[in-house]
């Protein structure tokens, strides 16, 4: 397969054994699927991109299927030989946990799974291509890490401290584990937000001036500046931000915020993660490749793994060069992230035992509208869609 990286293999197929002893998957299997509020089904016939249906409950919803959808029609038109590889079907979902809209047994495309729900197949979220709302901006992945890169500062520079800001009344039990486990240590810089005041809120990119990041599962706050008026500059921070903000909750499981993180030349200290995405099979815990610190979940031994590495910063330093060379540099780039969609075709199709027929006989007409029409349709037409009314003129 064209640009394949070394590692995008691991970590994505899940059962293979299984669906090969039980003939593969197959049309009934995607038609037993409900297509929930959150959820698209798509095939890719001759290297191009359909869209059989979709639901968004709000504009969230919308977008987040939109970024899923340009994401796997970047990687295919990246692919000169996508005209030859194997048609596939599926059905993939922007919801935080697969409970919320699938039984986990359906292989279904999902941003996180826990360990036990391994019907499912793990795809990158949509932040990747672009994450946006109608009142605040982040933009697309890449631009956000040459963003922060361009503001990071030498490692010499940098605050010997653990770096946190966020509600406590979020993922209480973790936020507050966090919060008495730093409380009063000199390498603690621990601190709960006020977002009526703006009190202790901190820049993304000024996380990046301390080497040492806390990272916490659940749910997240993330706050941005609102669109500018006229031609002003529009800013972007993750996570905290100078006031005045708007807020964005989002995850209620994984969190994103981790590769944002994971941008910045410091050592990320995580608790031991519920929830798997795509890439976190490259989390590294101890040894000479270690690129994070690793916790229990209510952080009893924090003090333990993090005054160590304050003692010896170049050993810290080790750390966070090992997690920008493995994420920053080349995992998580735009060129790894299209190479591990192709994987994911490729995989998927070894395991995909039917026929993929763009045309409907019943319906006389296709049976899916290309991705660049469904780009072009109205917000109001992308919220409950299926093909057979888009080729009628009908609403869904």
Do not use: M
């Given at each position: 397969m064209p640009g394949r990286l070394p590692g995008t293999l691991r970590g994505r197929r899940p059962r293979p054994a299984a669906l090969a002893c039980s003939g593969g998957l197959v049309t009934e299997n995607l038609d037993a699927i409900t297509i929930q509020p959150g959820m698209a089904r798509a095939f890719i016939s001759q290297g191009n991109l359909h869209v059989v249906a979709a639901r968004a409950k709000g504009e969230d919803h919308r977008r987040k299927i939109l970024g899923v959808l340009s994401s796997i029609h970047r990687?295919?038109?990246?692919?000169?030989d996508r005209a030859a590889q194997r048609d596939i079907e599926f059905v993939f979902s922007v919801e935080d946990k697969v409970e919320d809209v699938t039984n986990p047994e359906h292989p279904v495309w999902v941003f996180a799974r826990t360990p036990t729900e391994e019907g499912v197949w793990l795809i990158p979220d949509f932040s990747f291509w672009a994450w946006d709302n109608p009142n605040n901006y982040i933009g697309p992945y890449d631009q956000v890490v040459d963003?922060?890169?361009r503001l990071d500062i030498p490692?010499?520079?940098k605050k010997p401290q653990l770096v946190w800001r966020g509600k406590p009344s979020f993922a209480p039990k973790l936020r507050r584990a966090l919060m008495e486990a730093a409380r009063d240590k000199p390498w603690g810089d621990v601190k709960q937000v006020e977002w009526s005041t703006g009190t202790n809120v901190l820049k993304m990119e000024d996380h990046c001036h301390y080497m040492f990041i806390a990272?916490?599962?659940?749910?997240?706050?993330f706050s941005f500046l609102s669109r500018p008026f006229g031609g002003h500059q529009m800013s972007f921070a993750l996570s905290v931000m100078e006031w005045p903000t708007d807020e964005i909750s989002v995850g209620r499981s994984y969190s994103a915020s981790l590769k944002y993180r994971q941008a910045c030349n410091s050592v990320i200290v995580a608790h031991k993660l519920q929830y798997i995405q795509h890439h976190h099979y490259l989390l590294v815990a101890e040894g000479p490749n270690q690129n994070y610190v690793e916790v229990e979940r209510d952080f009893s031994d924090l003090a333990e793994k993090i005054e160590p590495l304050v003692h010896n910063t170049?050993?810290?330093?080790?750390?966070?060069?090992?997690?920008?060379?493995?994420?920053?540099?080349?995992?998580?780039?735009?060129?790894?992230?299209?190479?591990?969609?192709?994987?994911?075709?490729?995989?998927?199709?070894n395991v995909w035992n039917s026929t993929v027929n763009p045309w409907?006989?019943?319906?006389?007409?296709?049976?899916?509208?290309?991705?660049?029409?469904f780009l072009l349709l109205e917000s109001p037409e992308q919220f409950e869609?299926?093909?057979?009314?888009?080729?009628?003129g009908l609403a869904a």
């Open positions: 990687a295919l038109v990246a692919d000169r963003r922060i890169q490692w010499d520079e990272h916490v599962e659940g749910v997240y706050h170049a050993a810290a330093e080790r750390i966070a060069q090992n997690s920008v060379k493995t994420f920053r540099e080349r995992y998580l780039t735009p060129a790894s992230e299209a190479c591990y969609w192709r994987a994911l075709f490729d995989g998927y199709s409907s006989v019943r319906h006389g007409k296709e049976r899916g509208l290309r991705y660049e029409s869609f299926k093909a057979e009314y888009a080729f009628s």
